[in-house]
């Protein structure tokens, strides 16, 4: 039996991050990484199985930019815990034969609107969290430095209007963005799609044909962008050296979530400011763990915060989020053991 990661090749180190925990728990070596939209082995080149040959994998992340043709291949024995389904591809997404394979396991939703959306269509899951709860599991808090330094990642810039000048000129940016180039260009495909032009072929085209004609130009983008490491194992070092760089912050700033959760696995306060906070679905069960707001509350707050002396208010959740997931890998570890030894 081989091991093997699923990997998002997007222009976000967050999705890199996912899958960090992941590596960890195969001891940093697997015989091939997945790709998380296509279902293609994208690395080692030309990764091939026998027809009989089984392949262990942990299957997390945001699914999927290929509603249509996502189905797993079936030399996969899959752990299925950390998903978030976007509700707007459901339909799309939840056809029978996918229903009907994926009835086959029992799946820990990433947040509550896609445990909800998984048992509407009667298939069993439980609310898991995110497997990023367990960075801490494989990497300790780097001791913050004596000055109070704030580490501020892609935060809104309305936001950065509502903290203090002081907390401003005394924090560092980052941002998630692996190359702000492709960045730029990626942003463009949305006004594309609104065009009239666009929205005339909409009409005449099959929207199957316009949907997977979208994601290859995606693709492309991403795979011509000099900026934007071709390997998934040199995005996974780019995702370590952020965590690193997380967990020496003395507090973070954000609109990220998976900068804001394994933040928090880290013991670092985050401040998460998101507009759409209560009606994004990704933040459902999981926005609690760290002090989140709304621009409109926060725009309420946010000069008056002691952001010194800030903690998390779900440090409890947290850990009982983090053991939980920690259980459910080592039991399908257990599982798998005997077929990864032959």
């Known amino acids: 039996m081989k091991k093997a990661l699923v990997k998002a090749r997007t222009n976000n180190l967050g999705d890199d991050i996912q899958a960090w925990p ?9 015989d091939a990484v997945l790709e998380r939209d296509t279902l293609e082995w994208w ?34 024995s899959p752990l299925f815990v950390s998903l978030h389904i976007a509700p707007e591809i459901a339909p799309k ?37 995110c497997l990023t709860l367990t960075v801490s599991h494989w990497l300790s808090r780097t001791a913050p430095p004596k000055e109070f330094r704030p580490l501020v990642v892609d935060l809104d810039e309305e936001a950065m209007h509502y903290v203090p000048l002081e907390i401003r000129n005394a924090s560092i940016n980052s941002t998630q963005e692996i190359s702000n180039q492709t960045s730029a260009v990626l942003k463009l495909i949305p006004k594309i799609t609104q065009m009239r032009w666009t929205k005339a072929l909409k009409t005449i ?73 209560h009606e994004d679905p990704r933040f459902s069960g999981l926005s609690g763990l ?37 259980a459910r890998l080592n039991e399908y570890r257990s599982s798998v053991s005997p077929l990864l030894a032959s």
Do not use: C
């Open 93 to 129: 997404f939840f056809r029978p034969e996918l229903v009907e394979y994926l009835s086959q396991f029992e799946i820990g939703a990433r947040d509550l609107a896609t445990l909800d959306l998984l048992k509407s269509y009667g298939l069993k899951a439980y609310f898991s969290g």
């Open 22 to 30: 992941a590596w960890q728990f195969w001891g940093r070596n697997v």
């Open 205 to 277: 085209l099959p929207r199957s044909f316009l949907d997977s004609s979208s994601y290859f130009v995606f693709r492309k983008i991403l795979d011509m962008s000099p900026g934007v490491p071709k390997s998934p194992l040199s995005r996974l070092v780019l995702a370590e050296e952020r965590l690193r760089l997380l967990s020496g912050a003395s507090l973070i700033l954000t609109s990220r979530l998976h900068v804001a959760l394994p933040a928090a696995s880290l013991g670092v306060p985050v401040i998460l400011v998101h507009p759409r906070l």
């Open 290 to 326: 760290v002090n989140s707001y709304t621009l409109e509350e926060f725009r309420e707050v946010g000069h008056d915060l002691s952001y010194d002396k800030l903690t998390n208010p779900g440090l409890g959740e947290i850990d009982s989020l983090k053991e939980a997931i920690l």
């Open 43 to 76: 690395y080692p080149l030309g990764f091939d199985l026998k027809p009989e040959e089984k392949v262990a994998i942990i299957f997390n992340g945001w699914l999927t930019h290929n509603p249509r043709g996502w189905f797993p291949p079936q030399n996969l």
